[in-house]
């Protein structure tokens, strides 16, 4: 098991320079952003080795044995080893142990309540703290590492803290407090943003019954999927939104997931969502309105299903299927390119054919100025906007014209949801008949 002295990377020894330049050194690699657990066993190591500095006796003889000079340091450096000193009392008459407690009590304050700790610090500053260089750096100090070790640290409090003593933490580091602190304000205001962000997202799961559910499938360990859960529309998208956002937000919170709901993402299996029953429903209504009239026209409202389907639901499970094959991938995007490009200019010769059945000597100038108005300039300008996708544009023109309906209804209120899937399949029933139906 790894002492103290193996994670600092040095040597037992009671000078606490040596064990802060240590500590420096191994931060650079344990990085509470990077390494929480390597920073938490990093600050415990070297608390100990402070503590073990503190209370190590030298016996006289042996300080004067030793000869060698001390190196010269910073004014910075030579701030902090006087407020590391284990006197109880300095010659200017103020105690360590006295600084300390007032530091924890006003920490305390200012997270119970801001302003009135604010205004308490303002008042022991101006008054009460003793009139010496020394004991203003050592409270400078002792305030920020009670702070950092007070849970619900926000960032806003902070900021104010810091304009009052001076510690510029416009940045990372600051010249008037240590790494080491600096590093351990900056975890327990993360750790505050995580705590918030969870209880957030526990009082909007609060709502109703059904968020309350996936609430104990999200966060209670040991909930299982039900067989039903693939069924209910967007429920396990949704959570897999949820979980995919706190692990890029609050990665330190994947611990407090439920573990069989993290299995149950992993699977990529086919889960129903709203786009999918709205489609099924609307693209079952535009087929079954001409479909009622003949059975010829049946025929050709089942086969209009056919492919809305094979290019809704067929075409991604393909490409996923054979993602990584070159060959099989290639023929799929080559069948679907050419089906979509049939089906692109079959439109464009209906409407033309359309167009060749006006008569009179203008006809041919006003059948071209459609033609241009209404299908060359729109496709061309989306062709050039797209052009290094030509690949799968075909293909994205058709999906698209297949499901913008669909999302359209899916962003429309909910009364108005029932009026479009009234209205939107006559519509796009007329224009498919007309186009592609043969009478």
């Known amino acids: ?71 010269p340091t910073s004014m910075v450096e030579y701030v902090q080893q006087l407020m590391q000193e284990p006197t109880a009392l300095s010659k200017a008459g103020w105690s360590r142990e006295v600084l300390w407690h007032k530091a924890q009590e006003l920490s305390t304050l200012l997270i119970q309540d801001e302003l009135e700790g604010l205004g308490e610090l303002h008042r022991y500053l101006d008054n009460d703290i003793p009139d010496s260089l020394e004991a203003r750096q050592a409270f400078s100090q002792m305030l920020a590492e ?57 009082i909007v799961y609060a709502n ?89 026209l049946a025929l050709q409202s089942g086969l209009m299903l056919v492919v809305v389907a094979i290019f809704l639901w067929g075409y991604p499970i393909l490409i996923r299927r054979f993602q990584t094959d070159g060959i099989a991938k290639s023929c799929v995007h080559s069948a679907f390119w050419l089906a979509s490009m049939l089906i692109l200019l079959t439109v464009f010769y209906r409407g033309w054919q359309g167009a060749s059945a006006w008569q009179g000597s203008d006809m041919i100038t006003m059948r071209i100025l459609v033609i241009v108005l209404f299908l060359i300039l729109p496709v061309g300008w989306v062709l050039w906007q797209r052009r290094t996708e030509w690949k799968t544009l075909p293909v994205q023109i058709v999906i698209f014209f297949m499901m913008f309906p669909v999302l359209l209804i899916r962003q429309l209120p909910p009364m108005v949801n029932l009026l479009g899937l009234m209205l939107l399949p006559m519509l796009y029933g007329f224009f498919i008949e007309m186009i592609y139906f043969v009478k």
């Open 146 to 202: 009670a702070l950092s070790e007070q849970r619900w640290l926000y960032r806003s409090l902070l900021n104010e803290v810091s304009a009052v003593m001076h510690w510029q933490l416009d940045s990372y580091f600051s010249s008037y407090l240590p790494e080491s602190v600096i590093c351990a304000l900056e975890q327990q205001i993360t750790n505050t943003e995580q705590e918030n962000y969870w209880q957030q997202l526990a």
């Open 1 to 71: 098991m790894a002492t103290i002295w193996d994670v600092l990377g040095i040597e037992p020894t009671t000078n606490e320079g040596e064990i802060r330049r240590a500590y420096a050194r191994e931060l650079k690699h344990r990085r509470p952003d990077r390494d929480p657990q390597g920073f938490q066993e990093l600050r415990e190591a070297f608390d100990g080795a402070k503590r073990y500095a503190s209370s190590a006796e030298i016996l006289p003889d042996e300080e004067a044995i030793s000869t060698q000079e001390p190196q």
């Open 208 to 296: 109703n019954r059904y968020g309350q559910f996936k609430w104990r499938l999200l966060a209670e360990k040991g909930t299982t999927v039900p067989w039903w859960g693939r069924l209910a529309p967007d429920l396990l998208r949704q959570l897999a939104q949820q979980v995919n956002e706190i692990r890029q937000r609050y990665p330190a919170l994947q611990e407090r997931l439920n573990p069989l709901l993290l299995d149950n993402l992993n699977k990529s299996e086919w889960t129903l969502s709203w786009e999918a029953v709205i489609a099924i429903v609307f693209w079952g209504y535009t087929a079954w309105l001409p479909g009622q009239e003949s059975p010829k």
